[in-house]
């Protein structure tokens, strides 16, 4: 096997590259819209990525043959409650785990199971509860008493455990009394202070893997090679293209290195998702204000800023009244393209201004800022949120950055940049600003594991993309 072809099965576009596998080079790409099962049972996942495939034939016969990794958002994605101990704390880490784990946070709910609880928590419709709870040798009544709450319901399940790690013969034997399908994971928080989301992040991806994905029922067939949808599919798309940007960020190792402190903000349709990289300054510990600790590789969802379903509260929350109408028309028309409009020049320029707001917005929101405060030890520096100043590669993702050229940079991710931001904000002062064109991040982190040099070669790319 000389190439494989990377498929990243989106909300709204199924996108396909095909790599080479010695260089890591683009041999082919492809994208089609995404076909779901629609009200009257027409219509498969599976169509979109045939038709990926067949312009990647066109291009290059190699993707005939070739093997095929895929991550997938399509359906709604990767739907994740929180159940928790208390809000501020356990809560509040097992909010940011599922996030890094790819998920779509629904709901979060603290202080104990209630049917008025439960009740909520059936109308939201996730995939994956999270259950969270507890230091380890800490309080274990909540998280045990909502296990059981939980298995009395029934709840069908899938349930990921990541709490209090001595409370877990008794969840245990909690769960499989009721036959909830379940995977235990280290505690998220193992003692105060400490934020450790490895273990649950893995565990999140084995349920996505094995319950969520076949559940979802978008496909009932085959491709021509006999491989299923959930064959093919290896995790959640935000989860694999945060892989990448890990990657991006550390390298392999000195022969191979990494671009450094990396941000990558992509712009959606419905929501604007942030990932970083940034290695933490155990000094600043010290003037965080955050109940929970930061962690150098986090992700964070903006499910009110983005480009078409969440245009009117972007653009009223960035204050920009002259864009209402224009909003208005995106939210009503989630398929509007500029081009075939009756002024397309002035729909292009209101696709990058709301960008540029939802990129503003969501980066503020992931880095938080600082400020000087008057404390018993005199005038002092107090910090939320992630420090980004110092971040070495900001990326741009999404349709309105990979069409919009370079006013798209100009325009959407260099206003984002500076170091005289009012308010104190914590954004990249001086990084190299590029456009992930070709979806390299997802194709990335989808090769990783087996293929790391691969990979390496895939996201090195990004570093001399020269969009900035």
Request: hydrophobic content about 40%; aromatic content about 2%.
């Amino acid at each position: 096997m000389s190439s494989v072809v990377c498929v990243d099965f989106g909300s709204t576009f199924t996108k396909a590259a095909l790599v080479d596998l010695a260089t890591g080079a683009l041999l082919a790409t492809a994208s089609h819209p995404t076909t779901l099962p629609g009200p009257n049972g027409t219509g498969d996942v599976l169509d979109g990525y045939d038709a990926c495939l067949a312009a990647l034939r066109e291009q290059d016969p190699r993707a005939e043959d070739a093997d095929v990794r895929a991550c997938s958002s399509a359906g709604g994605g990767l739907r994740i409650a929180v159940v928790g101990n208390e809000e501020l704390v356990t809560a509040e880490a097992g909010r940011r785990v599922a996030l890094s784990s790819g998920g779509k946070v629904v709901l979060v709910l603290s202080g104990g199971l209630t049917a008025a609880k439960l009740a909520e928590l059936r109308g939201c419709e996730p995939d994956v509860v999270l259950l969270v709870g507890g230091t380890d040798g800490g309080n274990s009544e909540v998280l045990e008493g909502d296990t059981a709450f939980l298995a009395s319901a029934p709840w069908p399940g899938p349930v990921v455990v990541a709490g209090n790690v001595e409370s877990q013969p008794q969840v245990q034997a909690l769960l499989e009394q009721a036959g909830t399908p379940y995977v235990l994971a280290d505690n998220v928080v193992p003692r105060i202070g400490v934020l450790a989301p490895d273990s649950a992040r893995r565990a999140i991806r084995e349920i996505f893997l094995s319950h969520v994905i076949g559940g979802k029922h978008l496909s009932s067939r085959t491709d021509g090679r006999g491989r299923s949808f959930t064959d093919l599919v290896r995790g959640a798309t935000p989860d694999v293209v945060l892989t990448g940007v890990e990657l991006l960020a550390r390298g392999l190792d000195d022969a191979h290195p990494g671009a450094g402190d990396v941000v990558v903000v992509d712009v959606g349709g419905a929501t604007t998702d942030v990932h970083s990289v940034v290695e933490l300054d155990p000094e600043d510990s010290g003037l965080a204000r955050e109940v929970v600790a930061t962690t150098p590789v986090t992700r964070t969802v903006e499910g009110d800023l983005g480009m078409r379903w969440s245009a009117v509260s972007t653009v009223e929350a960035a204050g920009l009244d002259h864009l209402a109408d224009a909003a208005r028309r995106r939210r009503a028309h989630p398929d509007l393209l500029p081009d075939t409009c009756p002024d397309p020049a002035l729909e292009r320029d209101a696709d990058l201004d709301i960008a540029a707001a939802a990129v503003r917005l969501a980066l503020e929101r992931h880095a938080g800022r600082s400020r000087v405060v008057v404390s018993p030890e005199g005038r002092v520096v107090e910090r939320s949120g992630k420090d980004l100043r110092e971040v070495d590669l900001l990326v741009g993702s999404g349709g309105v950055l990979r069409h919009g050229g370079p006013d798209g940079v100009r325009r959407v991710l260099l206003p984002a940049t500076g170091d005289a931001f009012e308010g104190g904000w914590q954004l990249p002062r001086d990084p190299v600003v590029v456009v992930d064109h070709d979806y390299v991040l997802a194709a990335a982190g989808l090769l990783a594991e087996e293929h790391p040099l691969t990979a390496h070669r895939l996201v090195s790319r990004l570093r001399t993309a020269g969009d900035g």
